[in-house]
T-cell receptor, first 110, second 115 residues
Framework: TQLLEQSPQFLSIQEGENLTVYCNSS?????LQWYRQEPGEGPVLLVT?????EVKKLKRLTFQFGDARKDSSLHITAAQTGDTGLYLC??????????FGKGTMLLVSP | NAGVTQTPKFRILKIGQSMTLQCTQD?????MYWYRQDPGMGLKLIYY???????DKGEVPNGYNVSRSTTEDFPLRLELAAPSQTSVYFC??????????????FGPGTRLTVL
């Protein structure tokens, strides 16, 4: 069974601060996805990382895939209240299903 | 495109009642999934389907049934509702081929309470 551990579980920060959340596993994934889920809604895909060592930027969000393709991080620069939500990582082993982490709940206060 | 739609948005059931959660996608995706999400527990896979007529169990299938008679629809059936089935249910779909990454599109969810 592949497990994805996300940390921290909960993060509360002020607007303008920087933060990093982590997604770790002992398993190798062919690709890894990050989703954001706002309260009362379904998860929405933010990015897919595929190559070990890959870095992708989406405006203020920077995603990194570990060299060994077992871990990933999400860094947010100058957080805004609109970044509030549950951040989920999901690993793809190439089979029919994804392995989801339990998520990091981010609260950005004005 | 509406994407993935789910009905109803909210439902309260009594113990022992049955109901069907509806899910429809208009993106011609071949793969569809049902998840449940409990507070602090992330997403747990209930059932999935790789195409019309083909379904398979996920991590937590007990107490649920599914069918996939068309590409678009993937209903989830609860036969004898129990309090342990109180949760938020999400349907998702994706297009899979040899080179895709199983990027999933989710519906807005159904919040179910069993009393």
């Amino acid at each position: 069974t592949q497990l994805l551990e996300q940390s921290p579980q909960f993060l509360s920060i002020q607007e303008g601060e920087n933060l990093t959340v982590y997604c770790n596993s002992s398993s190798v994934f062919s690709s890894l996805q990050w989703y954001r889920q706002e309260p009362g809604e379904g998860p929405v895909l933010l990015v897919t990382v595929v190559t070990g060592g890959e870095v992708k930027k989406l405006k203020r969000l920077t995603f990194q895939f570990g060299d060994a393709r077992k871990d990933s991080s999400l860094h947010i620069t100058a957080a805004q209240t609109g970044d509030t939500g549950l951040y989920l990582c999901a690993g793809n082993t190439g089979y029919s299903t994804l392995t989801f982490g339990k998520g990091t709940m981010l609260l950005v206060s004005p | 495109n509406a994407g993935v739609t789910q009905t109803p948005k909210f439902r309260i059931l009594k113990i022992g009642q049955s109901m069907t959660l509806q899910c429809t996608q208009d993106m011609n995706h071949n793969y569809m999934y049902w998840y449940r999400q409990d507070p602090g527990m992330g997403l747990k896979l209930i059932y999935y389907s790789v195409g019309a007529g083909i379904t398979d169990k996920g991590e937590v299938p007990n107490g649920y049934n599914v069918s996939r008679s068309t590409t678009e629809d993937f209903p989830l059936r609860l036969e004898l509702a129990a309090p342990s089935q109180t949760s938020v249910y999400f349907c998702a779909s994706s297009y899979r081929d040899r080179v895709s990454y199983n990027e999933q599109f989710f519906g807005p969810g159904t919040r179910l309470t069993v009393l």
